[in-house]
């Protein structure tokens, strides 16, 4: 965000602490799963439903969302913890997979085509299908990073995305008309670029703000709450969510929300965009 945007804030991300709940907690907990949406509050997210994978080392991963036939099935979103060193020379191995990378903890240092980027908390990076990069931990703690998969749409006659890096704190976010500055939306791709298939950003909401209709579309969602508390209305169902909690959305899902307060309400938003619904 910009020094002189009147909509900025300090940002902050919450970052998954893993362990486990004392023997003493109520089993009962905001956890939700319909046929429209899901709610992944951050309490779940303990070490016993991490996930390893090949050809990493020292690395742990919370899986968020996953394609799942009628329900979401576009992409696929981890939350990954790296220790010091850790990382990996082949992180992914479905060449036709895109990622979109953001830190929020820590630093990184992703390689492409034999260049290094380091990426520090509100970095991001776009790699596309096919590309040879790698990623390891940089510095002396933890490093933590969204890491969000989707299978490219090639269209002929379009050329497919180049790889970029970005720093959330160097983008102006685009203030929603007649909102006065309460909501607004950090963009990391281009709206208007349709190479891209899929769309990242961090939506931000000031205490107070709300998203004032049912929105009923075609994109699937994933929201993760980096900042902040609110209310949001998925289904007909209110679902009071905080910081580190997940929302997984299947297409049409109605959805609308209530920012509360003192801080902000921020949240990481995946949808896919820019393309035919696929046929049978």
């Not at 036709?96 to 290094?116: H, I, K, P």
């Not at 497919?160 to 203030?175: N, Q, S």
């Not at 209530?258 to 035919?276: I, M």
Request: proline share 9%.
């Amino acid at each position: 965000m910009s020094a002189t945007d009147p909509t900025a804030t300090a940002p902050r991300y919450h970052v998954p602490e893993g362990g486990l709940p004392p023997q003493s907690q109520l089993v009962a907990g905001r956890a939700i799963f319909t046929e429209a949406f899901a709610v992944i509050p951050r309490g779940v997210l303990s070490d016993i439903v991490t996930s390893a994978l090949p050809f990493w080392t020292g690395a742990r991963f919370w899986v968020l969302a996953r394609p799942l036939s009628g329900f979401a099935e576009t992409f696929s979103q981890y939350i990954v913890e790296l220790s010091p060193g850790g990382g990996s020379d082949r992180p992914e191995t479905d060449p036709q997979a895109e990622a979109a990378l953001f830190v929020v903890r820590g630093a990184v240092t992703v390689t492409l085509d034999g260049a290094s980027q380091s990426l520090g908390a509100g970095g991001f990076a776009y790699l596309p299908s096919g590309a040879g990069w790698t990623v390891h931990a940089s510095g002396d703690g933890k490093a933590v990073f969204h890491w969000i998969r989707k299978r490219y749409i090639a269209v002929p006659g379009l050329d497919a995305p180049a790889a970029f890096f970005a720093d959330e704190t160097r983008i102006t976010p685009a203030v929603m008309p007649d909102t006065n500055g309460a909501w607004a939306t950090t963009r990391f791709m281009d709206p208007a670029d349709m190479r891209h298939d899929m769309h990242v950003t961090i939506v931000t909401l000031q205490p107070g703000a709300v998203i004032p209709f049912a929105e009923t579309h075609v994109m699937e969602h994933g929201l993760y709450v980096l900042q902040g508390k609110g209310v949001y209305h998925l289904n007909q169902t209110w679902v009071e969510v905080e910081a580190g909690d997940f929302m997984w959305l299947r297409a049409f899902c109605p959805q609308a929300c209530y920012a509360g307060g003192p801080e902000p309400f921020r949240y990481l938003l995946y949808k896919d965009v820019n393309r035919h619904a696929p046929l049978p």
